[in-house]
């Protein structure tokens, strides 16, 4: 098993210590809180079952991995339920899916990814066929506000191409107002990263933003990015989410993982590293401890390696060190000062 020795950090970014990731591996993560922090003004212990970038029309086992967290969750039973984007497109053929999904708990979060208005769905019937309240909003569970953003909106100036990846300015003085009026303790959840690697166009200013901030905030979620990563910047927890079911490579790197009739109905996996068992986490805020926790998985990889492809030598493998090719456990580590 290869450990973390380095880690991909912007300008700006300091990284504190974390978990070493292996193939196919969910961090095992923990953060220690001092006697000031928001986590204080908890009553009691509060448990969320995480899951993100299933890839539903991408993967053709997106519905075993979903069986699994919601498995998962009946035997933890968590205080709510998160999916974090990258879901499934509002078409006919997925309502079942999403379905297990909502009925899985009584407490849900949905988070818009910029696949799940692919094929010409919009925001508005994502919204309506998942049962959302709105692209961006705030849900309180046990005492802790989860304020979810939407990453997609339009109008960045540093837009060149592809999806967007930004947060508007009517968004931004909504969540300002948001910071200002709640006492905390505060999860924010986006799908895009605010800090790391591809974050949103904006992610200085919604650092800044969230720094104001900081003594309320336990910590800021993404998926999107298909690794682990934790980073701390301006005294806020940033930490990526692994993807639940694959690494994504590229046209570049196409390959058969998986039968001929799987890859010809799902021609888009043929660029996809998939890890052959579903990722995905239990964060538990634990105002006793002074810890926030993330529970580790681990998986292998189906097929060939990113290694074995060649795929860290390439240019526009960003995020390499994070993505490592040993197969084997995930590692308790602690993320501190």
Known sequence: MNHLSSIHQPNGLSR?????????ACLSLLIPFNSSSAIH????????????????????DAPARLGS?????????????????????????NKDFI???????????????????????????????????APYYVQEVNGISFIVLDGNDKGSPAYKSGYPAFIGSEQTTWLKEKLQT??????????????????????????????????????A???????????????????????????????KFAHESYSADIHQSHPVLASTC???????????????????????????WVGKTPDELNYYATANAYHADMVRSAKGRSVNNQLTK
């Open 221 to 251: 979620l993404n998926g999107h990015t298909h690794i682990d990563a934790a980073y701390q910047v301006k005294n806020v927890h940033y930490v990526h989410v692994n993807s639940a079911s694959y690494f994504w490579l590229g046209n």
């Open 69 to 93: 967290f919601v498995q998962h969750i009946n035997k933890v039973k968590p205080d709510a339920i998160m999916q974090m984007g990258d879901f499934a497109i509002p078409a006919d053929k």
């Open 99 to 133: 379905g297990l999904f909502n009925q899985a708990h009584d407490k849900r979060l949905h988070v818009i990814g910029n696949h799940d208005t692919d094929t010409g769905y919009t925001k508005d019937q994502v919204i309506a066929t998942w049962g959302m309240s």
């Open 16 to 24: 504190r210590r974390f978990i070493a990731s292996t193939a196919g």
């Open 274 to 300: 998939p890890y052959k068992d579903a990722l995905f986490t239990t964060l538990t805020i634990d105002p006793q401890r002074s810890v926030l926790y993330f529970e580790g998985r681990s998986t292998d």
């Open 182 to 219: 709640i006492d905390g303790p505060i999860v924010i959840v986006s799908h895009q990263p605010l800090a790391g690697p591809v974050a949103v166009d904006n992610a200085a200013e919604l650092q800044d933003i969230l720094s104001d901030a900081a003594d309320k905030i336990l910590v």
């Open 41 to 60: 003004r908890l009553k009691k212990t509060v448990k969320v079952g995480i899951i993100t970038d299933l890839h539903q029309d991408i993967i053709h």
